[in-house]
């Protein structure tokens, strides 16, 4: 089975501060993902990850920033955590193929921005 | 500009009937269409899928529907269970792009009643 791990379920953090969420696969997938999901708007998709290094903006990509260095790791980092960052916070990882790359999603983050 | 839009944000129904649920996409160049499951405090887990060279794809009691001309998908769940009570998303990708990325509807809360 897939296993896709999220550091914390639950995170309050203050304005300002500067906020790391964690992410770690075991099946050693190629891509990862960071999604936030609201209310009425679905999951958007943050920023993700094909390789070591590599990046590409999503969706919303504004006011975060990533890391990936190690294949199984990927980072999304809050600058300087604003309350509109109030969300839950999913991570996913994906192996591509020709068929249809299915993505498999950690058990997300709660993070509330005071 | 919400490529994939679930124009149902609730439904119930009662257990042992059937479940429809709907989604619609914009973008013509979708050839590849998931369905993904998410209950509270959990992250999204994958349903069932379908590409764009098929009409229909069966698995137990969950069939997924596509219309390519009305750009129109269906989730349908016979008979459905209390169990089945949680967010459905459905989502839409490229496969010949190399990378999959998906993009995401706004999800449908289905409440299955005993």
């Known amino acids: 089975d897939v296993k896709v791990t999220q550091s914390s379920r639950y995170l309050v953090k203050r304005t300002g501060e500067k906020v790391f969420l964690e992410c770690v696969q075991d099946?050693?997938?190629?891509?990862m993902f960071w999604y936030r999901q609201d209310p009425g708007l679905g999951l958007r998709l943050i920023y993700f990850?094909?390789?070591?290094?590599?990046?590409e903006k999503g969706d919303i990509p504004e006011g975060y920033s990533v890391s990936r260095e190690k294949k199984e790791r990927f980072s999304l980092i809050l600058e300087s955590a604003s309350t509109n960052q109030t969300s839950m916070y999913l991570c996913?990882?994906?192996?591509?193929?020709?068929?249809?790359?299915?993505?498999?999603f950690g058990p997300g983050t709660r993070l509330t921005v005071l | 500009d919400q490529q994939v839009k679930q124009n149902s944000p609730s439904l119930s129904v009662q257990e042992g009937r059937i479940s429809i649920l709907n989604c619609d996409y914009t973008?013509?160049?979708?050839?590849?269409f998931l369905w993904y499951k998410k209950y509270p405090a959990e992250g999204p887990t994958f349903l069932i899928s379908?590409?764009?060279?098929?009409d229909k794809n069966e698995d137990g009691r969950f069939t997924v529907f596509l219309n390519k001309s009305a750009k129109h998908l269906s989730l349908h769940i016979v008979p459905s269970q209390p169990g089945d009570s949680a967010v459905y998303f459905c989502?839409?990708?490229?496969?010949?792009?190399?990378?999959?990325?998906?993009?995401f509807g706004t999800g449908t809360r289905l409440l299955v009643s005993p």
């Open positions: 996913a990882s994906s192996f591509p193929s020709g068929g249809g790359d299915t993505q498999y």
């Open positions: 099946m050693d997938h190629e891509n």
């Open positions: 990850s094909y390789d070591v290094k590599m990046k």
């Open positions: 973008n013509s160049m979708f050839d590849y």
């Open positions: 379908i590409s764009s060279i098929k």
């Open positions: 989502a839409a990708g490229l496969l010949n792009t190399g990378f999959q990325k998906l993009v």
